[in-house]
């Protein structure tokens, strides 16, 4: 059973970076798959942020893209995410999560449970 | 690109059935059979309940199906039981390799 756990700071400020490590146990991310990032602002719906192969290969939404950084470290089996420059309006549940199969970004099967960050001065 | 849109509510009685809409455009649910249906209780992360407009990961009851006509993409859960309460969410693959949601919908089992 693929696991994943987000980790990272739970306050950011504002115009500052949000930096986000989702490990991933039980799975080899280098087996293939994508590994996405889907947020949750408080009491609101779900956001798709980005996704990368394992290969580093990534995608973005078009609504943050140029503010959205993945990346993938094979021999520590996380991904990571930078979001830069931050607003408040980024405040949500982040979640790290798995495709439900290696040839699509567009369904995830695992997830992680979710981390909340905050954006305030 | 906005958010597919979805009822902000639905309701049912044990054992009747309910459906959920999720209504796009061509650029995303009209034009693209990647469609996903994901079910979040409070405090939860979302689960897989339908992918590829109808198909269900192992696991899911085949109470839950998807459809999709036209822009407009559909959950139907049957046979409703008190469990089913929870916020529903569908999503699309759109043009220019985007992933979008919809807006959520809330449904009670009454």
């Known amino acids: 059973q693929v696991q994943l756990q987000e980790s990272g700071p739970g306050l950011v400020r504002p115009s500052e970076t949000l930096s986000l490590t989702c490990t991933v146990s039980?799975?080899?991310?280098?087996?293939?798959?994508?590994w996405g990032w889907i947020r949750q602002p408080p009491g609101k719906g779900l956001e798709w942020i980005g996704s990368?192969?394992?290969?580093?290969?990534?995608y973005y939404s078009s609504s943050l893209k140029g503010r959205v950084t993945l990346s993938v470290d094979t021999s520590k089996n996380q991904f990571f995410l930078k979001l830069s420059p931050v607003t408040a309006a980024d405040a949500a549940v982040y979640y790290c999560?798995?495709?439900?199969?290696?040839?699509?970004?567009?369904?995830?099967?695992?997830w992680g449970q979710g981390t909340l960050v905050t954006v305030s001065s | 690109q906005s958010a597919l849109t979805q009822p902000p509510s639905a309701s049912g009685s044990p054992g009747q059935s309910v459906t959920i809409s999720c209504t796009g455009s061509t650029s995303d649910v009209g034009g693209h059979d990647y469609v996903s249906w994901y079910q979040q209780h409070p405090g939860k992360a979302p689960k897989l309940m339908i992918y590829e407009v109808n198909k269900r990961p192992s696991g899911v009851p085949d109470r839950f199906s998807g459809s999709k006509s036209g822009n407009t993409a559909s959950l139907t859960v049957s046979g409703l039981q008190a469990e089913d309460e929870a916020d529903y969410y569908c999503s699309s693959y759109a043009d220019s390799n985007n992933l979008l949601f919809g807006g959520g919908t809330k449904l009670a089992v009454l």
């Open positions: 039980d799975f080899s991310i280098s087996s293939g798959y994508y």
């Open positions: 999560a798995r495709s439900a199969y290696s040839g699509s970004y567009s369904f995830y099967k695992y």
């Open positions: 990368i192969y394992y290969s580093g290969f990534t």
